[in-house]
């Protein structure tokens, strides 16, 4: 039996994950959300939900507290490139909020997992098969949060024995939720022009490579990492995870293998070119591997395929 809060469950990933853990788990697995971004459909009739702004640290409380959370899945955030535009606000959800988090998680003796991201490397980080411990200082306020996210969490563990731990998303690419305001976005954008029909418009430069990761690696990464043996981990916050590494021509050229009259221009935004050009081309995730067994199921190939097959038999 496990009872699980998930934290912005309406969102990119919560969305899939909140349906995934109530496939595997059978006790409360409780969707939070926040007024205005309500569950609908099966996400609202297969399980609970509860209101629960992350700002709020009574609101995460008392959702403990009624459904006797074990395990608190922490997927609040802005992206990266609505981060820079409301940075205030981004300072509020992930540092305050995850304050919030971790401090009724030291309270009722809960598991938190937070995602970090390839958001919390920088210009000076080694580019090419980025290790899992090197320089993080990232120029984004999205990556500040992230690294001081890291850092907390670590913290809370060390100084507290708070179950912590998070993995560095790359690009996540899904059929199902929508991203919003982040910079890998347009992985995501290019596969609904394609089943569309559309020509796609580029944001982001040829050349520019960045880790990318199908939703449904993700889900396992974050439930794998929650369910690893703790005995086995060296890291907690955060393991490097990455499924391929793409720049605009290649998921281009993969495409139109399926698509081939898919045509795509470029119109490069510049404050998301530059979010893109501070990231690593490729990350090393050999200590998950190694710690926690990660091994993603899908490459650039198998999820154009899926990729393109769902969103045609969604018309
Ligand atoms: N997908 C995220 C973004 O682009 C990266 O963590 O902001």
Request: aromatic share 10%; with cysteine.
């Amino acid at each position: 039996m496990k009872n699980v809060l998930i934290i912005g469950s309406t969102g990119q990933i919560g969305t899939e994950l909140t349906l995934e853990l109530r496939r595997i788990y059978n006790g409360n697995i409780v969707a939070g959300y926040i007024p205005g971004a309500e569950p609908k459909g099966e996400l609202l009739e297969s399980g609970p939900s509860i209101v629960v702004d992350i700002t709020q640290d009574k609101q995460i409380a008392e959702a403990v507290h009624k459904y006797k959370v074990d395990t608190i899945y922490n997927l609040a955030a802005l992206l990266s490139a609505t981060a820079e535009t409301k940075p205030q606000l981004a300072w509020k959800i992930g540092m305050d909020g995850l304050f919030n988090v971790l401090e009724v998680a030291r309270e009722f003796g809960c598991a938190v997992f937070t995602p970090s991201s390839i958001g919390v490397f920088g210009n000076n980080t080694p580019k090419d098969r980025t290790p899992q411990d090197t320089i993080r200082s990232p120029r984004t306020m999205y990556g500040v949060t992230k690294v001081s996210g890291e850092l907390l969490s670590d913290y809370y563990f060390i100084r507290f024995g708070v179950d912590t731990r998070s993995v560095r998303f790359p690009g996540l690419i899904s059929h199902i939720a929508p991203p919003g305001g982040g910079t890998t976005d347009y992985a995501v954008d290019i596969y609904h022009s394609a089943a569309k029909g559309e020509r796609f418009v580029c944001p982001i430069a040829a050349g520019t490579f960045m880790d990318m990761m199908y939703m449904p690696d993700a889900l396992s990464a974050a439930i794998g990492l929650m369910e690893a043996d703790p005995a086995r981990l060296i890291h907690r916050n955060a393991f490097n995870v990455t499924a391929m590494s793409f720049d605009p021509e290649m998921i281009y050229a993969n495409i139109r293998k399926y698509v081939p009259e898919l045509v795509m221009d470029y119109a490069v935004d510049p404050l998301r070119q530059a979010i893109a050009d501070s990231w690593p081309n490729s990350l090393d995730d050999s200590c998950a591997r190694e710690e926690w067994g990660w091994n993603p199921a899908y490459d650039l190939d198998a999820m154009t395929r899926d990729m393109l097959t769902q969103l045609r038999k969604r018309g």
